[in-house]
């Protein structure tokens, strides 16, 4: 009863419209950190949904709540924008990590296939998705891996690259090709992981020698790939490029091929294909968009505070986006600058590092027909499983 009564009067006292009790006020490189002790019946949400109103009121150009624990919240505010000026250098950060810009923490932004395998590279035209590929293109030049590019505009987009590339598909017929190509490598990679009883490529008990170059697939304009000038007579060759590209991104983590996919539209309107697709391309990046609903394609249904970021960006400030990336959570980003001639130059110096496509290929299976559904749960990782070895046949 005593107890009872405490809660009571506890209870009661919950306002909160009370002054917050503020700790120290510490600076930190961007701003400054603060943390708030929570009035009784607060909770870390009533912060998180007035952090705009913070923001002006404190006159800085953002708050954060970057972490919180019982009764407590640590807020902090950014004085400028530190995207305004991201003048970093791209980085390549070890092996298929690549430091493509800055996130609005001053965190660097990092592509890290390795722990997020596929993106998504949304945009209108001049948001910035050109750039973004020119860093990446900069930033894997010089690592053992081999690149491929897919670029239906006619090749504007790659072909400066093609020296330190393994291939390159500008025509749809070349497309369908290279993408059997590819399903026919998971093929290989596949038997040799059963061989060794792995179910990935990166298991240790696989040995050095034998493991596999990874594969980094770009692929400007997707809509290109999937749109039909001649309904009857492209149906097939659509559909098969639609399977293998969706083969490519459900087992690619598993066998060393990763996929970054460029577009200005990723819809529905495409075809069944796409949406299959967009689902395995769990990395995005939502550069400025013309509307709402490309928005919402780009980043799903998440949180609502992240799409109004995507909207907001501004068209003088290209290379900004909004990134999720491996821990589900949004930031804004900038890419560095990097301009064609850059990543030309790049590629043009690590030219002797593209591995030969012909070697790539050369125990590749041919493809006969799709990859079954048992081959595909054997490698597809079910979250519940911890372990990464096949269980011995
Ligand atoms: N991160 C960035 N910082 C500064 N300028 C950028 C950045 N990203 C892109 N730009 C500039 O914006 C313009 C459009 O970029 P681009 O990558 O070609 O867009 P998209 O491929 O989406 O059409 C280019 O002139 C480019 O130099
Ligand atoms: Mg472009």
Not at 23 to 44: C, K, M, S, Y
Not at 216 to 244: G, N, P
């Amino acid at each position: 009863m005593v107890m009872f009564l405490g809660e009571r009067r506890k209870i009661r006292r919950v306002d909160v419209e009370r002054a917050p009790r503020l700790g120290l006020i510490r600076p930190t490189a961007l701003g400054f950190r603060l943390t708030i002790r929570l009035h009784d019946g607060q909770t870390p949400e009533d912060y998180t949904r007035v952090l705009d109103k913070l923001a002006h009121a404190w006159k800085v150009h953002s708050v954060r709540l970057v972490s919180w624990k019982p009764g407590k919240v640590t807020l902090a505010a950014t004085l400028v924008d530190p995207l305004e000026q991201v003048s970093i250098p791209v980085l390549s950060d070890g092996l298929l990590r690549v430091r493509a810009g800055l996130l609005d923490t001053g965190d660097p932004f990092i592509l890290d296939f390795r722990t997020v395998p596929h993106w998504l590279n949304v945009g209108a035209t001049q948001s910035g998705k050109s750039n973004l590929a020119n860093a990446l293109i900069v930033g894997l030049a010089p690592q053992p891996v081999a690149l491929v590019g897919f670029d239906l505009k006619g090749g504007v987009e790659f072909t400066p690259y093609e020296a330190r590339m393994s291939a390159l598909a500008t025509e749809r017929a070349e497309c369908a090709d290279l993408l059997a190509d590819l399903v026919g490598i998971i093929k290989t990679r596949m038997a040799l992981c059963r061989q060794h009883r792995v179910r990935n490529i990166w298991h240790p008990r696989l040995p050095d020698a034998l493991r596999p170059t990874p594969i980094v697939v770009l692929v400007d304009e997707v809509a290109e790939l999937f749109l039909m000038a001649d309904k009857k007579k492209e149906q097939e060759e659509v559909s098969a490029v639609a399977t293998r590209l969706l083969r490519v991104a459900q087992l690619g983590r598993a066998f060393g091929i990763y996929l970054v996919v460029c577009g200005q539209r990723v819809g529905s309107d495409l075809g069944a294909g796409v949406t299959a697709l967009r689902a395995q391309l769990t990395g995005r990046i939502c550069h400025m968009v013309n509307d709402e609903e490309t928005a919402k394609m780009a980043l799903g249904d998440m949180d609502p505070a992240a799409l109004v970021a995507a909207r907001q960006i501004s068209p003088a400030m290209p290379g900004t986006a909004v990134v999720i990336g491996s821990e589900g959570r949004w930031h804004r980003s900038r890419s560095v600058h990097v301009t064609e001639e850059q990543a030309e130059a790049a590629a043009a110096t690590h030219a002797h590092l593209a591995p030969a496509w012909a070697d790539l290929t050369a125990t590749a299976s041919p493809v006969t027909g799709d990859l079954d559904e048992a081959d595909l749960s054997d490698f597809i990782p079910d979250p519940a499983a911890s372990d990464d070895e096949l269980s011995p046949v």
